[in-house]
């Protein structure tokens, strides 16, 4: 069957927003939300279980900010009715937590991110609910007199929702008893996670992001999820959080694409080489360790490049980092230099580059909730690292080939990496990379019709200065762990 993913995805650049810690602002005349005095203060560390307070009030306080970056599409974690920060506890799938504004908020931050032409993609909790969720607590008020029995799975008497001391007696996510698993076999539950899909769809958001979509087993279930969301919105994108090979769910029928932490993983060992800090990320189902060179990171790149159909390729989230895992930069041994280069990678690969919230001013965090932290004051931004972004996402809008392109590896050697996105005959755009400690001279053969008129568009003036062409060859000197763009005027 012919692939096809929404057209808008693909060039697309992505920002995740945390929306508890991301910005808070007080709501318009006659808008309510909750205040709690025990809200934790916004600038000390985050705790598993504190509420700073962030509300998408703030969030649209900072479309200007967002804008002014280069970002055209929001990815927002959990936003409905919840008793946890994080919220993928969900109690009320049609309704938007209350502390976060409620479901005016968010119709107002649809309107206004659309008037920006930014698209709004939220998140689906839809392999487990939670204890608050109406139906999983009629249960546990009525027992097995409940007509809601079926809606999940509860395998004995009595239930033990809370005490971690007996069996809790029912199936949830991951053996969290806080996370009770949907019954997906039954027709009811299947038809209502449907009609919720439906429904914020109608409401104006553009896609899903589908929370551990590979839980759900129920045969049928994602291809029909598909089918109903394109039947409202065709170009409403659906992406799925699986960390490792996805082919079983790219096949044109389910999934427009995935979190593609194929590419986070060899990206960061590559960049950051043996300053990753292995215990930070041991326990995460990606591979940013053992440390790779330049040519066994391009032999990982082919290989994810001909993973799925490049339809699917060019509609792939690419991240560095998010709320499940460490910040790049911690991995990375607080080395700015390895952020710097994983994210021009990001930034010049196939497929809608996103940003976790605070990443391009520097914000660091280890393990969940350190990876949570509230987005810093102005004056702690790191303005050098803000710069780098808002120039390579402008470079990325600017450049078509950069976003739909062909890639080609030119070279793949010890520290040095380098390939080419080419759309036209005309439109040529070369990067380099230099992970060594050392300073390096590359001769590339691109076999570009007119390497004369390469130019640096991002990069070291000593690159500038350094390039000469001859005939189809140009050459180039590169600092030490360093990168460069090249491109016709």
């Given amino acids: 069957m012919k692939v096809q993913t929404p057209d808008w995805v693909k060039h697309a650049v992505f920002y995740q927003i945390f929306p508890d810690r991301f910005a808070k602002a007080d709501p318009p005349s006659g808008c309510y939300i909750p205040t709690a005095t025990e809200f934790e203060p916004w600038t000390s560390p985050p705790t598993p279980q504190g509420y700073k307070g962030g509300n998408l009030w703030g969030v649209i306080e900072k479309l200007d900010y967002l804008q002014d970056l280069g970002i055209t599409a929001i990815y927002l974690t959990p936003i409905f009715q919840s008793a946890c920060n994080h919220r993928y506890h969900t109690h009320d799938y049609y309704q938007i937590d209350p502390i976060l504004g409620g479901n005016e908020a968010f119709a107002a931050l649809l309107d206004r991110a659309h008037a920006r032409e930014i698209k709004v993609v939220i998140d689906g909790v839809f392999n487990h609910a939670s204890r608050g969720f109406y139906f999983f607590n009629d249960i546990l008020e009525n027992g097995p007199h409940s007509p809601w029995l079926d809606w999940f799975r509860i395998e004995k008497w009595p239930l033990s929702a809370y005490d971690g001391d007996r069996p809790a007696n029912y199936v949830s996510w991951v053996g969290n008893r806080a996370l009770p698993q949907f019954n997906h076999d039954n ?27 590979f839980e759900v087993k129920t045969p049928g279930f994602w291809v029909e999820f598909r089918d109903r969301i394109k039947a409202l919105n065709p170009e409403a994108y659906i992406v799925g959080e699986v960390w490792k090979d996805a082919a079983q769910w790219l096949d044109g029928r389910q999934f427009d694409a995935v979190m593609n932490y194929e590419f986070t993983g060899p990206t960061i060992a590559y960049v950051a080489g043996d300053r990753v800090i292995r215990e930070l990320v041991e326990f ?46 911690t991995l990375a041994s607080e080395d700015l230099p390895s952020l710097k280069l994983a994210a021009l990678l990001k930034m010049t690969f196939p497929g809608a580059p996103c940003i976790y919230y605070g990443d391009e001013v520097g914000l660091n965090g280890g393990h969940d909730p350190d990876c949570r932290k509230t987005f810093p004051e102005p004056s702690e931004w790191n303005r050098d690292l803000h710069k780098m972004y808002q120039d390579l996402i402008a470079l990325r809008h600017h450049y078509p080939a950069l976003r739909t392109g062909n890639y080609e590896i030119l070279l793949a050697q010890d520290s040095l990496y380098a390939f080419l996105r080419t759309l036209t005959d005309a439109e040529d755009v070369i990067i380099a990379i230099n992970a060594g400690e050392q300073p390096e001279q590359l001769t590339l053969d691109p076999l570009c019709p007119n390497p004369k008129t390469l130019e640096l568009k991002y990069g070291d003036r000593t690159t500038a200065q350094s390039l000469t062409s001859q005939g189809t060859t140009i050459s180039f000197e590169l600092p030490p762990r360093s990168g460069c763009i090249l491109a016709n005027p």
């Avoid at 330049?294 to 560095?320: C, F, M, R, T």
């Fill in 187 to 213: 027709p009811e539950v299947r038809e209502y996670i449907m009609q919720v899909g439906e429904h914020w769809i109608r409401q104006g958001i553009d896609g899903w992001r589908l929370d551990v979509p």
């Fill in 284 to 329: 995460h189902d990606y591979d940013p360790y053992p440390a790779l060179n330049a040519e066994e990171y391009g032999q990982k790149i082919l290989e994810l490049l001909n993973l799925y159909p490049w339809e699917i390729q060019l509609a792939q989230l690419n991240l560095l980092d998010s709320h499940d895992t460490p910040r790049m930069v």
